[in-house]
């Protein structure tokens, strides 16, 4: 990693919705399919950028992603909610820690720190027995800079972005011109006029159909359009979309994220 040029480089760890592609005891045309872009591990992405490496969310399948992308340091984690799919791995952050013991810094909204408190007590509030990976939870409102856990000279600002999933409000993240924003179907005016001048977008599409809580693609192509960005990639799919068929249909500058998708954007 180099420091003080002026690229991301992003890659996406996984795609899927919460159950994973193909999803256990299904037979379906996609879960079958032998094209490898029908294999959705949970959603996630990781940003290198001026010598920092920080994962947005880190599933249940974060150490198969690990593995697979030879990720061997991380500065930092974000999370954009407290759903099982975007925060199941936190416990293979403990490898990280083996070679570099300064804490991990893991920036949620606050309504995400509450409830990852309860949810990983032996973590956050006992924290005595010897093997808890060593996580500093904070939480966030606005702007913030993520510094190196190995080079602190190292930094990156990062800007929140509010959006909905249902009802429960969530971060999606901004860093130069690169934002991902998963589990919304709704972005709040304010939240658009900071997704101007993007070079990419990895924005939340589930399936053709409607949800309650996720974008349709039919959605998700309509507030893509709005945003703008130059190119857009679709994230957090179903079992209902064949990768090839569904791809084909999107209109320019939209595409279907897969896993191990690797993209530059400007800082
Ligand atoms: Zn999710
Ligand atoms: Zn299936």
New binding site residues.
Partial sequence: MTRNEDRIRVTLLGTGTSTG???IG???????SEDPRDERTRSACVFETQGLRILIDIGPDFRRQALREDIRHIDAVLFTHHHFDHVGGIDDLRPFLFKNRRPVPCYARCNTVEVLQKMFTYIFEDGSYPGVPNLVLQAVDGPFTVTGRSDSSCSVSVIPIDAYHGSLPLFGYRIGKFAYLTDTNRIPEESFDLLQDLDVLVLDALREEGHPTHFSFDEAVRAAQRIGARQTYFTHMT??TLHADADARLPEGIRLGYDGLAFETGL
């Fill in positions: 592609v193909p999803v299904c037979a379906c045309p996609v879960c079958t079992h209902s």
